[in-house]
């Protein structure tokens, strides 16, 4: 008992945690219960529900799934479910008229050969990329409805009437949820993925400061042996390693959406993709750097005599503060929308530095040609 | 008309390539049409029919949507479905109890009442991250089930029986779904996470042997100018830096699955998690290393007389193909589930002229480090 107490405390920290860390979580939340109140009202109102019948129950059970955190997600869900219903609602009526055709005998034979073949071909178009990242829905709900109709057209009498029913409630709960996740409070996808793309370049700019910061004084003033570890700074950079798969769906997402505040329809968000893989080729250069430091430090190095060691050294430290200056610049840059002005000095400061001491191997150059493409790639988008 | 062509045949090719890929993928489509095929038989045949009423349209609903590729993700989603089902389903009646009591005018408003905070609050559960990974499914379908049942009862005469019938349909659905998914060609969720690891750690193994054969044997020749970018060892590491999500995902459903082949029930998944990540930042300092590799070579290298750069290359050379040896032996030991016994000379022989060469800075000693602690990790589990 005490056990589950415990659990049930973690938990509700947890809980709290998520909510201090994006309050638009708790909004979300709200949003998703005011949405399912206003669905249910359908139920509770008498003319509305003779209107629609039983069927009331598919713009409950569409609101529950088409919800989603993003408006992108939700239009995107949204226009497939349907989209995707009335074109299998069709097919499937038309299944119905070929099957009752072949007489009392031969339609529950055809109907389950319609449904096995177009079921398994839907599935199997699950696997095509392009159509998993963007249709996957689609084609799921195709499945369904089409089933649904063809097989439940042996026992109903009205299909037509019954399709038409379930098409009309599927759109009310379809703008419902639009309108609650447009109208209160939205939460772009867009917005998240040009923030996301920011904030990963700033973390990249704090390795580099910190990098300047502590290594090099450390090794200034010849401490050697500090727990490299534990510095915050070594860490910074871990999470933009693992930014890949929510980049993409944010993309994804982010093409399905209207345009909103500084962004136009058709914003293009493979930009920030680009830009988003140049953070994480720089950020796995990090990790192979930040190794490179927490290894202890090998006993004998005695072909580099110490004037050109401090001499690289300052060098290094410099490099690493002007990147951190340019990095800094860009991702500024990047949340005001401008052209970076002086990041390309920044950087061409790094450079001349970095050209200057090409012959001492350090590898300090590696992140320095990575982020060199990194401004490149981002000065042609802007 | 011809751009339409051009892309249906462009597709077409797709579907081939994807199918021979994975003969698998045909088989799963086969098994979701057979699994829809079986579940409407309770349709065509008039006893099971009335039985079950209109609810067997739930049967049909639980086996488009649980059905899925592997057998672990069919099991969670199934399990999630039936288990959250009933959850929601006795709350929902208990809801629809409590609602009675307040008359006429105050039942609508108490269930919408009811409806709004359960909605919200699994909503924001689904923000947890453990929620997230494990019981999202769930969580939807308790929503759903939970506010279909409380504001139906409002309308619906013979609630108990309703839910009865249709919990009874979701079992039906949801046992089709796990007899055709493990019992017709099952495709286990473990046995293809034991494979990508293993591929991946081989995958490494051919960058070191690439970069044994192809680098240094160039140098030897003294051709420094031959065009890296292109050389397809340097391109096989880039799937392992992106493996984190599949593998992440594919463990979460091996969980799962009941024992299988060599595997039992609560294999050391998360062990495999470990290998993954251990193989990743080696692949990411690998992709530091072929950075170096593509860039222009520096003209001036004063430093170092010719003879010590020859010796250095070579010791490198032996380097990457003892740990591609070792890598190797690691990747068929996964395999094959047994201890890697030669992989620790072959190792210790890469680790000997390691720190032979250890003053020659250069980056093999960082793959070396990384390297080790892969293998330390995988002696760790087995």
Not at 345 to 357: D, I, P, Y
């Amino acid at each position: 008992l005490d056990k589950l107490r415990r659990r049930v405390v973690g938990f509700a920290k947890e809980a709290k945690k998520m909510a201090r860390e994006d309050p638009r979580r708790i909004a979300h939340s709200f949003k998703v219960g005011l949405a399912l109140t206003l669905v249910s009202i359908f139920y509770y109102v008498k003319p509305l529900f003779h209107g629609c019948g039983l069927s009331t129950m598919w713009a409950v059970l569409t609101v529950v799934v088409v919800m989603e955190y993003t408006v992108g997600a939700t239009l995107s869900k949204g226009l497939n479910r349907a989209f995707a219903t009335l074109v299998a609602g069709a097919l499937g009526v038309a299944a119905h008229q070929i099957a009752v055709l072949c007489g009392d005998k031969g339609e529950p034979v055809l109907l389950a050969f319609f449904v096995f073949i177009l079921a398994a071909a839907a599935s199997f178009s699950r696997f095509i990329p392009e159509i998993k990242a963007r249709y996957d829905y689609g084609v799921t709900i195709f499945i369904l409805t089409f089933s649904l109709v063809a097989v439940s057209s042996y026992r109903v009498e009205e299909l037509i009437q019954l399709a038409h029913q379930r098409l009309a409630t599927i759109a009310i709960g379809v703008a419902i949820c639009l309108c609650t996740s447009i109208f209160l409070f939205p939460v772009w996808a867009g917005q998240d993925l040009h923030n996301l793309v920011a904030e990963n370049l700033e973390k990249l700019a704090s390795f580099f400061d910190g990098f300047a910061a502590e290594y090099f004084a450390d090794h200034q003033r010849g401490e050697t042996s500090a727990n490299w570890e534990g510095k915050p700074f070594l860490q910074v950079y871990k999470s933009v390693l693992n930014s890949k798969s929510k980049e993409e769906s944010l993309a994804n997402f982010a093409r399905w959406e209207p345009s909103h505040g500084r962004f136009l329809f058709r914003h293009p968000w493979e930009h920030y993709l680009k830009i988003g893989a140049l953070s994480r080729r720089c950020a796995s250069s990090m990790d192979a750097l930040s190794t490179c430091i927490a290894a202890p430090p090998s006993k004998s190095k005695p072909c580099a005599d110490p004037d050109l060691q401090l001499k690289i050294r300052t060098a290094c430290k410099e490099i690493s503060s002007e990147s951190a200056k340019a990095l800094k610049e860009i991702s500024s840059a990047i949340r005001s929308m401008t052209f970076p002005c002086s990041a390309n000095g920044h950087l061409s400061a790094a450079m001349a530095k970095l050209t200057k001491e090409m012959q001492a191997a350090d590898d300090s150059d590696l992140s320095g040609i990575l982020h060199v493409a990194t401004t490149a790639s981002l000065l042609a988008e802007l």
